[in-house]
């Protein structure tokens, strides 16, 4: 089934009678050659590009509720490629680029928007670090623009430029960046994978994994034991509790970040505004509910809700960036469980058990990195080895001290 | 959350940082055999269990003391609070 303008118009002139579900229910095979745990946003991403642009064939996702419903689905939809080291800024415009074609590549519409993403800054100290990360991003390929109080001015004259603690000096932007539609990502991937032949099996949880000798021949699941040539897990929140099962401890800590969602309101904020300062991000989805969020609760958790003081806190910085939502009224407030690695930065790498390949890490910031996740992942799953943007995410960096820390925080998972 | 602290009754999650893992208790000697590898352990690598987790807490804006304190990861319900001080006397963590 291809979408097109015609087919919608035909399938309006004749009762709407020709849609089909998106993908199959296949039940599980007793053997794959790529076995994919976790049918969210990257692990579907992953099986995606395994299928299509490596050829492989014989593969299956396992998802132990139903396609995206972790934190694909709980994401804030931001997409951006502004982070600074030569670890991770490569990847993250490699995934940028995959972002604008990604509609055309899978016949979807996840209404992909670069409406772009605007970082404040408040100090003479904090725009040397926005310039040296502006120039950091234009060296790797992406577009970055700095802009003083007054350009800020044009773009969003309803911020609070004079606020005391906090005055606007400028900002950095991102034009290409922008938001996308968090669950048409995920519904893209996995009927672009089902039509390649990839087994999306859902309700199958992974129960444990079998290992002979150091390799991986397969995974116990909850409908019967499966084998596998490859075992592929991305099911960043719960990396820990699933690499337990192989034996392994992982760098990484659960928290829960919270999201906010206010009533649909006329359109007023351009695109995405960052106030790092205040812990506070904001954006206004195409409803018109201005969707928002600030930092991880700061505690393991693997609750998938929050409380309260955070709650506060955003609501605080929201109001000390533009007092005009004040009397906006919040429709919803939701959490979702990240893997807070030790340096901030994910993991795409093999594991000491020869055909078990792990892909986790992502903080709070996996929803754009979903296209280059998935393709690097798949391209490590194919090839055994590492994408070359990708190639900094190795599980042992830690250990031997190349570790990728954007905020200079130090092993502090609830800080980064 | 609230957290009955040891010594001052219920106080509110608030006051207190959080800094993770109670076997952070459990330092390794750095003279010891193999103490790279033990350091690179104790560090970075981390149980993260969905369930009861013991983990350190300060009491950063009251009486700045250490706690243990015991925590249900899945539903925040907090089991108990100990003064770290006397758990690693007790002899650590585990």
Redesign the interface.
Known sequence: MHFSGLRVIREALTGHKGWKPLWRNPEPQPAYDYIIVGGGGHGLATAYYLAKTFGRARIAVLEKSWLGSGNIGRNTTIIRSNYLLPGNEPFYEFSMKLWEGLEQEFNFNAMVSQRGILNLCHTDAQRDAFRRRGNAMLLAGADAELLDREQVRAMAPFLNFDNARFPIKGGLLQRRAGTARHDGVAWGYARGADMRGVDLIQNCEVTGFRIDGGRISGVETTRGYIAAGKVGVAVAG?S??VM?MAGM??????HVLQAFVSEGLKPTIPGVITFGAGHFYVSQSDKGGLVFGGDID??????QRG?L?VIEDVAEGGMALMPMIGRARLLRVWGGIMDMS?DGSPIIDRTPVEGLYLNAGWCYGGFKATPASGYAFAHLLATGRPHETASAYRLDR??RGYVIDEKGVG????LH | MLIPHPLLGLRDAQEFTYLGDAALLNRPDGMAEGAEAAFAEYVYLRDNPAGVHRELWFHEQGDRSWLVVTRDTTTHEILGAELARDVKLKGGAA
């Open positions: 719960s820990s509790r337990a401890r992982l760098p990484i800590e659960s700061g505690y393991n958790s693997y609750a409380n003081p030790m830690f250990a092993a502090q998972p609830n």
